[in-house]
């Protein structure tokens, strides 16, 4: 699949996961377990998008040691 569809596919999937956390948190009684599985899942998307653009896909996650 080339760079760009995927891109378009990426931003399609985050932009509707979006729209559905959107939907959940104005319900009356907003189930707060799917709430954190979409964010989780716009989480994962937005690392691939920027992945897709060159960029770090995950935050720094080295320490250095003391002593």
Do not use: C, Y
């Not at 985050?14 to 104005?26: L, Q, S, Y």
């Amino acid at each position: 699949m080339a760079i760009n569809a995927r891109f378009h596919r990426l931003s399609n999937v985050h932009r509707a996961v979006d729209e559905h956390i959107r939907t959940e948190r104005r319900k009356a009684r907003p189930d707060g377990w799917r709430l954190l599985r979409l964010a989780a899942l716009r989480a994962r998307v937005k690392a691939r998008l920027t992945a897709l653009l060159g960029g770090s896909s995950t935050p720094s996650t080295r320490h250095q040691a003391f002593g």
